[in-house]
């Protein structure tokens, strides 16, 4: 069964949160593009203030000329963690005709949205928690329960579904995505939410058959040590 198009349906205000390595960023970056792609006015922002390599903005050139609107910090600020939020984030959560697509991190990323918590009670929104299994922080359910309960205080938003991420960027396998699956629903079963998509990437797509909603992935991003 295809469930792609599911991705396109629901609350237009749709935030990552995640960990260190959880591939919250690619997977923003995506399905920004999937919107635009069908023909929704979209905007992505960044809020991922604690890493220098692993946000939005270094897809900033690749987003704005597909016409995606990227509200991220200004370029002199690009390789700083400052605790400063984008300008025109809180006019964006009030543009109803505008699919708005938030990257956000851990720590000081989360606290930092916990300031736009009125905002958000006054715009719908779906906060879902991106689960890497190979990464520090979210190897086992309990470590994903520990992450889950922290962002979600953190931001003070209400996370209401977990997003299967497990990968190794290229060297991913169907073997990394089904055990890394396992994992996210013991996580989920506990905290008692849905998984609502298990990403898989583009190369692995006739591999993997599962029974939840999928995202396949297209790898954009390129880092300063892949130049």
Known sequence: MDHKEDLLTGERIKIFVGEFGSGKTELAVNYALRLKQQGYHTAIIDIDLVKPYFRTRESRALLEDK??????????????????????????????DCQVVMDVGGGESAIALGQFHEKFADNPYLALLVVNTRRPFTG??????????????????????????????????????????????????ILGLPIRWVVIPEWLSDEVSVSYPVFILRPYTIYPWMT
Not at 171 to 178: G, I, K, L, P, R
Not at 183 to 189: F, L, P, R, T
């Open 67 to 96: 016409g995606i609107v990227v509200v991220a910090p200004e370029k002199k600020y690009s390789q700083a963690a400052l605790p400063v939020l984008p300008n025109d984030v809180a006019r964006l959560l009030y543009q109803e």
């Open 140 to 189: 086992t359910p309990e470590d994903i329960v520990d992450a889950f309960q922290r962002i979600e205080q953190s931001s003070r938003l209400k996370i209401t579904g977990l997003v299967s991420n497990t990968n190794l960027a290229g060297e991913t396998t169907a073997q990394h995505v089904m055990e890394g699956l396992s994992i996210v629903e013991q996580a989920a079963g």
